[in-house]
Every structure is written in structure tokens, then in C-alpha cells.
């Protein structure tokens, strides 16, 4: 083949996970695809008033792009949005501090770009349409996000065995550097020892059980969270920026009322 093969077009459908300035007009997107897996591509003059496509390439947008092969990074050539999640996401605070979280995790989940990851893909878009359509408690769909993509990127926690031994559960200790509930037998020191709620939920979470999950108890769900996402930082290695900023806190009673009253 020729050193000069003319640059290949493709099109492919994904998500904006993030964008970055490149000189005075244009930006670097990067974009998680379904057939292609992750692309960094530059977005010509998108920072130009007039530019036709930028608003298309922001970040929680579903859209449909051709690109080009270029010698560092792809070229966009055209954005046409499937649907943009971001201004129902950003009205909201906690399903923003989430949604942001679920693009952060899935940018550090495909390390290698254009390794197709449909599944990971397919998890984005059902985690942005559960948050911008308020189907579930934000918190709960960022857990439940977090679960599945670990179990995509093969380290689904061990929640109803051992997670060193397989043996059948349920078992009262949990160890993030074990992956899971742990026997007696396999017990590391310094394992945790969770409510057997908790891990309910988790499992729950995990297997889509969202009637269950819906009626966990703040304190359960405060316990999750924090399984899951030491769990992702043992994988990861470090910690996601975003997830500390997560907004996990429950509706008051007061707010509830309000929020009624203002239905009525």
C-alpha cells in the first residue's frame, strides 16, 4: 500500500465526552462512538460565532458524524445531532455533578481510542437518557453506570460468592483489593463489613432490579456509593476528579411538600 493512500471518510454515531480549545478557532472533541470506539478529532472553527456545528459538539450530546482520517487526529467534516441530553442534564444539579462523572469514567474506561466498545457505548447513552428524563435518582443511576462499565472493562464486583474461592454467598465481608464479598476463609485483613443491605442494592444496581434499588434507605445508598467507587479507584488506580463533586444528597421533606404544592 502507498505511503500516500488518500485520507480514509467515515461515519460513525457517539457521544461527546469532552472538548478542548485548539488555537484561536477550532477544538479537539473527544468522542465515544459505537462501531469505532473513542476518537480525538478537531472541529475546524467551531469557536466562531457563526460556526454551524459547534453547539452540536458539546459535551452529553448524541450525534451522528462524518470524519476524516487525519495523520495525529481525525477531522470532523460534519455534526448532525441525534439528541442533545445537556440542557436537561445541566438544569439539574445532581444529574449533572453524575452526568459528568459518567463521562469522565467513560473516557478513562477506553484508554485505547478506536477500540470498539459497543456495550460501554450503549451504557452512556441509557445513563444520559435516565438522567436528562429523571427516570431514576441520579445517584442511583450513576452507581448502577458504574457497576455495569466495571463489568464491561472485566471487573465486575463478586457480590453474591466469594470473590477469591467462588464460594456460594451470601458473605459478610467486602475487600476492593479482592473484588468483592470474601468467605472467612479468604478474608484479607482490613476487609470491610457492609450491611447486607447494602450489598442487596449493589446487586440491584448491577442487574437492573430497580424497584429494590428505589427503596434502599439513604444510609444504604451512602454505603454503596462509596463500595462502588472505591472499587473503580482500585481499578483505575486513582480516583475520578468528578466523583467527589457528585451530589448525593436526599430531597428534604420540606422540598417534597414545596414541590407538591407547586404541582397543585
Known sequence: MSAHTP???????????????????????????????????????????????GARLEPFTHVDLQLYTGRNLDIVSQ?????SYGQEIVADYPSYTAGTAVLETADRLTAEEKEPSLRLFLLVVGALRALGEKTHPAPLV??????RAMSVAGWEPALSECARCGEAGPHRHFSVPAGGTVCPACRPTGSAMPSPVTIELLDALLTG?????????????????????ALLQWHLERGLRSLPL?????????????????EA
Open 7 to 53: 485520507k480514509a471518510l467515515y461515519r460513525d454515531e457517539g457521544i461527546v465526552l469532552r472538548n478542548q480549545k485548539l488555537g484561536e478557532a477550532d477544538r479537539i472533541i473527544t468522542v465515544l462512538t459505537r462501531r469505532t470506539g473513542k476518537v480525538r478529532a478537531v472541529a475546524k472553527g467551531v469557536r466562531r460565532t457563526k460556526s454551524k456545528f
Open 142 to 147: 450513576l452507581d448502577a453506570f458504574l457497576l
Open 79 to 83: 455534526a448532525e445531532s441525534i439528541r
Open 209 to 229: 432490579d430497580w424497584a429494590v434499588a428505589e427503596a434502599s434507605q439513604g444510609t444504604n445508598r451512602r454505603e454503596g456509593s462509596g463500595l462502588v467507587a
Open 246 to 262: 457528585v451530589d448525593r444528597s436526599e430531597p428534604s421533606a420540606l422540598r417534597r411538600e414545596v414541590s407538591l404544592l407547586s
